[in-house]
């Protein structure tokens, strides 16, 4: 397979490495290599690629910013996409403006060019990494905000039925997930958003004020982002430093002690590192509290099957008395 498969990626002239390195690409500097790793830097280069991979039935998955994601020690088997499709213009301006946006933009970079622009809508995003594709997967939000807020919709290709306009309740957008974070068979090439027209002034002040709450509350370093999901209520953060777990270390790996749902890696940290801070955190806060701490972030590549369910499959102890 792999050989038919890089054969169709020289025949369609795109860049490609076998065995290549990932860690460099994802937030917490963490994670195996590809098997295969292409780079995608246009809609034309998409379009030609994904119909190729599905009828090879290749398996494949997109890397974008490479935060909220895992990638196993043992790698990503089958093929890696790289989405460097970076763009972005005005569809409409005015009191109410539209945003077309290609997947493979930076979410950070988009939010402080439309605040200098004078558009309010994504001041929230200021400071989270990753791009726009992989925002829209996993609805991605922060300080009250989120994708599902400003999304209008989505231009993706369906494995099934080919290129399709999804909207916000096509996607079934929901607290940090979508129909595609849950294994629905289609890639994000670009999405429209709706802004609004803001005092640039203010709404740098209001960045500003985000991005100091984030210097107090949010550590520095090599992360995944919010490793699990806010239970209803209450936060996970909160849950994790009243099991007394803040600083609590795993080989390179550390639960952090400023924010309890960040966990560091000090450099030569390992994803089984993760895995076993993030199966602790669950146990200690189930036992001591009755909450079942779900993840926000995904798993990808290589992972034995019962460690993943693991972390997703509740057990007794996460049922409140």
């Not at 594709?133 to 599902?148: I, K, P, R």
């Not at 027209?197 to 985000?210: C, K």
């Not at 000090?266 to 199966?279: C, N």
């Amino acid at each position: 397979m792999v050989q038919r498969l890089t054969a169709k990626l020289e025949k369609l002239g795109l860049e490609w490495a076998e065995k290549a390195p990932l860690a460099p690409y994802t937030s917490s500097r963490i994670g195996g290599p590809a098997q295969v790793l292409v780079r995608v830097f246009s809609e034309a280069q998409w379009l030609r690629l994904l119909p190729v991979l599905w009828d090879l039935q290749a398996s494949f998955w997109v890397l974008g910013g490479g935060s909220n994601v895992l990638i196993a020690d043992a790698g990503v088997p089958g093929l890696v996409v790289h989405n460097r499709y970076r763009a972005w213009r005005w569809l409409q301006q005015g009191d109410e403006a539209l945003l077309w946006v290609a997947s493979g933009t930076g979410l950070s970079v988009l939010a402080r060019q439309t605040v200098e622009q004078g558009y309010a809508g994504l001041e929230w995003a200021v400071g989270i990494p990753g791009t726009v594709g992989g925002a829209v997967v996993g609805n991605a939000g922060a300080f009250g905000g989120d994708m599902a807020g400003v999304l209008v919709e989505v231009d993706l290709w369906h494995r099934e039925r080919g290129r399709e306009t999804w909207s916000p309740a096509d996607l079934e957008m929901g607290y940090r997930t979508t129909r595609l974070k849950q294994g629905e068979p289609a890639v994000v090439l670009a999405a429209v958003l709706r802004l609004y027209r803001g005092d640039p002034e203010a709404l740098r002040r209001r960045v500003a004020e985000y991005q100091q709450r984030r210097r107090r509350t949010q550590p520095p370093g090599a992360s995944v982002g919010s490793m699990f999901k806010n239970p209803p209520g209450d936060y996970a953060g909160r849950l994790i430093d009243a099991a007394g777990l803040k600083g609590t270390r795993i080989g390179d790996v550390e639960i952090s002690p400023l924010h309890a749902n960040f966990f560091i890696n000090h450099g030569q940290g390992t994803a089984y590192q993760v895995w076993r801070l993030m199966r602790l955190a669950q146990e200690r806060v189930a036992r001591q509290f009755g909450v079942w701490l779900e993840p926000e972030i995904q798993l990808v590549g290589a992972w034995p099957p019962e460690q993943v369910q693991a972390l997703m499959v509740p057990d007794a102890r996460s049922v409140r008395p």
